[in-house]
């Protein structure tokens, strides 16, 4: 997930073509208080007019506990990006931005908002309380765990080794996990710092995050290859897809590749990890399943 | 998503560009280009006889000073003098003759000079006394362009390619009479080169035309060597005199001291899929050759395909044209077995051709005459081109801005289009709020039929000539978009921009390689 400044119409223009999964249109932090209103019509017109192919689109609002939250939001509503991503994300301040919701499709005649939420957890009552956000909302999809105001928040300093916000870390990955949705890591300040970055972003796909926030367009290939599967676990995943063809044709229930058992948990593991593969082009979609030859 | 279905509106009113006239006061008759081909392949031009006299024992080719060696040439009225740009916008050495000359009261010349740069902004006041009424060069920017464009130059000025200029000087459409040869080094007897004296600029090799067919060849050097010099990239055998003057050029105009590869992001994600496309056109194997500009989107190609290569094991023939330090290191890392170096763009291009005897020189005529027995963009691979404007049929406009101002010019750009199998235009789909693709180009400068591929940010589109390209792009999973898409999306960002107004009048004649007229750009109103 790729930061651009929500008062950048250059930035906006190129969003897609920088290689994010997903981009933030960002009116919070990006965006200075003189410009809050300029950034939120710039973004509404472009969610209006602009293709951003198969990228998906996500707003950071600004929080609903200011007075820009609400517009912004009543604005995003107009235009219903994919994702609308909320600051400093506690229970009080998502079931704000429910209701409001809620409230907007009544008026609507109940027809339903296609917005999906993600909750920015960067305070330390948010890493805590994280289930019961995740409870506080049907729409939230996704957490963004933010690491720089989290550990502002606790009062503690940021290193590059990031032990002070392990057990952060852990328990949204894990609280993710649990409620079956996204978590996205926080970003890698140190723009230069490539190699930094891909063993943080390897560091994060090891705790079970989903993917990983950046701040530069240059961080979404190192990203993308933090991220990737080992080509030797592709291909054992497209041999057990297979395997589990082969079975199937051949009516039987269970099988095993390579004198071991395979079983529901492994071929689920399988069938992601080629869905993966064939996302960052590693596998052609073609050629899943019947060569099962990496390109 | 937040998909929405892009339509072309019809141009509605506009006119496609006038047609060529016949005859162009200033110019004579108008070859109308036929082709990037037509002319090729049917005979060899003739080379221009030299109305020059051979040197006598014991003559001295040292002269005090430039006046000295306009008396000797005997410089007058309506003579060709011509100059080569290796000094680039360094260059004192056009300034320094042509005040010599304006003092002289010489008027109705025209100076053929390989490149123009902002730094030769004293030529204006020339053009407007008359001193110099004609110009012929490859590319021009700064205060010269602009009073060319306001058709302040009596004649129309021609803009020529570095094959069609060697071309024009060899068979006698561009007769010189006096070749001005700026020379970072060179000994009292001619032998001169680039790579030693404080002005070193690296390869020579747009002059060489100029020293083998010009009447008359003046060496202008500020680093005397002792005989004789070497290495001589223009030898003894071509030279009528030698000046020594105090200073040929500003070493930080001359050459850049680096070339980085951009950190524009988009100018990146533009490179990835440039380079992804020169992998899937098959063209990347052992031997493969290459050459791109020094512009930071175009080094950022090299450093894919650097990339690319590496982790393939594939070992490059050669990389040609102007030459930066980036190829410089893929040379040294084995990546290519040669550079081949018409000109150095940076200092460590300088440093390594003159060290790196695997670096080796290229003269313009070498590098992309037409009509020699086989040019070095003939054995091009691939090349990367830069555009103002692209249009519908793949027109490249690289010489008038938007404005219809002359900004530039072929420079190579047609050159190794008509030569690559891969020529491959990499720019932003929307420049400065300006879409590049056009429905109609404002000066022609590269034919469409010579074009191969276009790679944007929002889309690659391949010229509907190359359906086998198209097929190579798809087997890979690369997605290939109409043109027509690609400028629909431009204008769906941008609008439609106005046309330009032009008046009748003709302030410069765009030569093909061939020297056919491919465009003319008139003045603006």
């Not at chain 2, 890392?333 to 003159?354: K, P």
Request: glycine share 10%; net charge negative; hydrophobic share 45%.
């Amino acid at each position: 997930m790729l930061f651009v400044p929500g008062n950048n119409p250059g930035m906006i223009q190129s969003a897609s073509v920088l290689g994010a999964d997903c981009v933030i249109l960002d009116l919070e932090d990006a965006v200075s208080l003189s410009e809050k209103d300029s950034a939120r019509k710039l973004v509404t017109k472009a969610l209006r007019s602009w293709s951003f192919k198969s990228t998906e689109v996500t707003v950071r609002i600004n929080p609903i506990t200011t007075v820009y939250g609400p517009l912004d939001l009543e604005a995003m509503l107009e235009v219903q990006p994919d994702i609308l991503l909320i600051p400093k994300a506690e229970v009080a301040s998502i079931q704000a931005v429910e209701s409001r919701i809620s409230a907007f499709e009544a008026a609507r005649g109940g027809e339903a908002v296609r917005t999906k939420l993600f909750a920015l957890i960067e305070s330390a009552a948010g890493v805590e309380y994280v289930h019961e956000i995740l409870e506080s909302s049907p729409r939230l999809e996704g957490v963004l765990f933010g690491g720089e105001d989290y550990t502002s928040d606790m009062g503690v300093a940021r290193t590059m080794g990031g032990m002070e916000i392990e057990y952060a870390r852990n328990k949204v990955a894990v609280a993710c996990k649990v409620h079956g949705v996204d978590a996205v890591d926080t970003p890698f300040t140190d723009v230069d710092n490539h190699e930094g970055l891909l063993a943080d972003a390897r560091k994060a796909k090891a705790m079970g995050f989903t993917g990983k926030a950046a701040i530069n367009p240059r961080q979404v290939g190192i990203i993308h290859k933090g991220f990737a599967p080992d080509p030797v676990e592709v291909r054992y995943a497209l041999r057990v897809l297979e395997a589990m063809e082969e079975a199937e044709a051949e009516g039987k229930g269970v099988f095993s590749l390579d004198g071991k058992m395979v079983d529901a948990p492994i071929i689920q593991r399988a069938r992601q990890m080629v869905a993966l593969a064939e996302k960052l082009g590693m596998v052609k979609a073609s050629n899943v399943s019947r060569e099962g030859g990496l390109v | 998503m937040h998909g929405i279905e892009f339509e072309i509106t019809p141009a509605s009113g506009k006119t496609r560009r006038q047609p060529l006239p016949e005859y162009i006061e200033g110019y004579g008759e108008v070859r109308a280009f036929e082709g990037a081909f037509a002319n090729v392949g049917v005979g060899i031009s003739d080379h221009r006889p030299r109305r020059s006299k051979s040197v006598r024992p014991g003559q001295t080719k040292l002269l005090a000073s430039i006046e000295e060696a306009l008396d000797r040439a005997k410089v007058q009225d309506g003579m060709t003098l011509s100059f080569h740009h290796h000094l680039r916008n360094g260059d004192h050495v056009l300034n320094l003759v042509m005040e010599a000359v304006a003092l002289r009261g010489v008027r109705d010349l025209t100076l053929a000079v390989s490149s123009i740069f902002p730094v030769h902004e004293p030529l204006v006041a020339l053009m407007d006394a008359g001193v110099v009424t004609g110009l012929a060069t490859n590319y021009m920017s700064g205060p010269v362009a602009k009073a060319v464009s306001q058709g302040r130059l009596k004649k129309p000025a021609v803009m020529m390619t570095h094959g069609g200029r060697p071309r024009a000087i060899e068979c006698g459409d561009l007769p010189v009479d006096i070749a001005f040869i700026a020379a970072p080094c060179s000994d009292p007897y001619g032998n001169c080169n680039g790579v030693s004296g404080k002005s070193a600029c690296g390869a020579l090799g747009y002059a060489v035309a100029d020293a083998q067919y010009a009447d008359v060849v003046v060496v202008v050097t500020d680093h005397l060597a002792a005989y004789p010099a070497s290495p001589a990239e223009i030898t003894q055998t071509m030279v009528d005199y030698v000046v020594e003057v105090p200073s040929i050029g500003d070493p930080q105009g001359i050459v850049s001291g680096t070339t980085r590869i951009t950190r524009d992001p988009v100018g990146l994600a533009i490179a990835h899929k440039a380079a992804q496309v020169i992998q899937a056109s098959g063209l990347l194997e052992d031997g493969f050759s290459f050459q791109t500009g020094a512009g930071g989107t175009s080094l950022a190609v090299a450093a894919e395909l650097k990339n690319m290569m590496k982790e393939a094991g594939i070992v490059g023939s050669f990389a040609a044209g102007g030459i930066t330090g980036y190829l410089v290191d893929m040379l040294e890392e084995g990546l290519f077995r040669n550079l081949l170096d018409v000109q150095c763009f940076d200092l460590r291009a300088v440093e390594s051709y003159r060290d790196n005897p695997r670096h080796l020189p290229m003269d313009a005529s070498m590098y992309a005459n037409p009509f020699s027995k086989g040019a070095v963009v003939n054995q091009l691979d691939v090349m990367i081109l830069g555009a103002t404007e692209i249009d519908l049929d793949f027109n490249v406009n690289v010489t008038t801005g938007s404005d219809g101002t002359i900004m530039g010019g072929s420079g190579g750009h047609s050159d190794t289009a008509a030569g690559a199998k891969l020529a491959m235009v990499v720019t932003q789909l929307v420049k400065a709020r300006l879409p590049i693709v056009r429905r109609h180009v404002t000066t022609i400068t590269t034919p469409g039929e010579t074009v191969d591929v276009l790679v944007t940010d929002h889309g690659i589109a391949v010229n509907p000539a190359r359906q086998d390209l198209i097929a190579s792009l798809e087997a890979s999973g690369l997605e290939v978009v109409s043109i027509e898409a690609l400028l629909a999306l431009a204008e769906s960002m941008t609008g439609i921009p106005d046309e330009i107004t032009f008046s009748d009048d003709i302030v410069a004649v765009v030569e093909y390689r061939d020297g056919t007229v491919v465009d003319v750009v008139r003045r603006t109103k």
